[in-house]
């Protein structure tokens, strides 16, 4: 036979009480499909992308110059580190939603010093370019047009 454990409130207070509570500042960027949740921690530690480092996530140069921009501009590299959970669309597209949830978790930390160089930047911003819905009568595409006939 298997034991079953009851699930008193003792038990889940005991649970609640043993988890480990780290103090973070959290904020959502978003562009075309990709949603980052973006936790900012005080202290030195790695920066991670959906479990990975920052850097294997996004390689190459023009992504790591873009996810140093919001430390860079407010001078925090030393201060925060953070984690991102992105979903949806490109690499390109998440790059920009971590991005953006990165300036707003700094911004979240210190408004009066951190919002005038980030928003001078652009990086509180929100892209609203999405893509074109289909439209109905087009033939399945959103700017294609049925084939007239020739004669």
């Given at each position: 036979?298997?034991?079953?454990?009851?699930?008193?409130?003792?038990?889940?207070?005991?649970?609640?009480?043993r988890?480990?509570?780290?103090?973070?500042?959290?904020?959502?960027?978003r562009?075309?499909?990709?949603?980052?949740?973006v936790?900012?921690?005080?202290?030195?530690?790695?920066?991670t992308?959906?479990g990975?480092?920052?850097?294997?996530?996004?390689p190459?140069?023009?992504?790591?110059?873009?996810?140093?921009?919001?430390?860079?501009?407010?001078?925090?590299?030393?201060?925060?580190?953070y984690?991102?959970?992105?979903?949806?669309?490109?690499?390109q597209?998440?790059?920009?939603?971590?991005?953006?949830?990165?300036?707003?978790?700094?911004?979240?930390?210190?408004?009066?010093k951190n919002?005038?160089?980030?928003k001078?930047l652009?990086?509180?911003?929100?892209?609203?370019?999405?893509?074109?819905?289909?439209?109905?009568?087009?033939?399945?595409?959103?700017?294609?047009?049925?084939?007239?006939p020739?004669?």
């Amino acid at each position: 036979m298997r034991e079953t454990k009851i699930h008193t409130k003792r038990n889940l207070r005991n649970k609640m009480a043993r988890a480990k509570k780290i103090d973070y500042i959290y904020a959502v960027g978003r562009r075309k499909e990709s949603s980052a949740r973006v936790r900012l921690y005080r202290g030195k530690g790695e920066n991670t992308v959906n479990g990975m480092s920052a850097e294997n996530y996004f390689p190459g140069v023009i992504s790591k110059k873009a996810l140093a921009k919001p430390m860079g501009a407010t001078e925090t590299s030393d201060k925060y580190y953070y984690s991102a959970k992105v979903v949806g669309g490109g690499k390109q597209s998440q790059l920009t939603a971590v991005v953006m949830g990165l300036a707003r978790t700094l911004v979240k930390a210190s408004a009066e010093k951190n919002r005038v160089p980030l928003k001078k930047l652009g990086l509180l911003t929100r892209d609203s370019r999405i893509r074109q819905r289909r439209m109905v009568g087009m033939g399945g595409k959103s700017r294609r047009k049925k084939q007239s006939p020739k004669r």
